[in-house]
């Protein structure tokens, strides 16, 4: 043993309980996904704060609860938000190689079966309808039955386009329209929206729609709980000054959280009813496809019905639309047009 280590401090005893909790839990192991999770973790003690603090400084709405039913709603509420939370922070949002995978295996089937057709199912949309399922990743599919989704994808894009617009230079894999490689999660997403840090997780096809539902049941929550606050206060608001004062600084939080979440409920629900994504509107004109599509047009629109019924129901890749219908879709509306529901 020398000077230096007398001198050097040890760290082994600081760092056993670390490398016990990351034999326990795996994913502790991984820097990005232990401050994910010391973020779910904070995310969960807020939400059991403004909850702990309301019923520990109203002592009748324990009783309420007992008597009256929505107090009782409240806390179902309070309880299918959480859910709701871990349920999407672990949502597939759909991955590009297991989509890939999926339809090679099926084109695989349907060549060794004479009776079915070797060309990929479509709808008459262009919409090409794909089951994803299972959490396999990878950065290459093995073997020649890559070719199924090579033409699957071309047949996605105008003609003449070439494969390396489309072939992501991180996974090597072939991406449809509206797909995008996500450094955080090192995979790619269909139709890729945002990745939430707050959730860890991307937000794509798969779990656009569960998200979308997490923020509705979130803002339901945080308005649910203000009106709490805002009544216990009115009716001791000269009872114990501290417990005012600290329900009055979480109720100031709570409003500025309120407000995030309507302004983030209303810009997404403007994206879904348009068909668009966080990505596509906010980093347009990167995206070689629509550099040349006017602003205000927005090309994967069907109409609005259309739209929220692929949103909620529909899991399929979406062809980029040709310049007829651009012109089309760009074509102002007109009294006719409203008549006939155009924009539906």
Partial sequence: MTILDICRPSTSILDQPMDLCCRIFPCLADPGRRSTTCLKLVLLLVHLIYAGVLFLFDEDLIEKTKKEPYTALYLLLFFVTLVQYFATSVSNPGYVIEAMKEVNKRNVVQTKTPETSNQPASSKNGSFIISIEGNQTGKNVAGSNGTYWSKLVAELYPPGSAVRTWTCSYCS??????????????KCILQFDHHCVWLGNCIGQGNHCQFWWYLCEETAVCIWTGFFYISHLKAHITSVWWQDAIMILLLITLAVCLIFLLLLLLF??????????????????????LRAIPERVHPFSKGICRNLHNFCCSLGLERIPTPQEIEEKSRPYTCSDLATCRCC
């Fill in 173 to 186: 894999v072939e991406q449809p329209p509206r797909a995008k490689h996500c450094h955080d999660c090192d």
């Fill in 268 to 289: 997404h629900s403007y994206l879904i009813v348009t068909n668009q994504t966080t990505y596509e509107l906010v980093r347009r004109r990167r995206i070689p496809y």
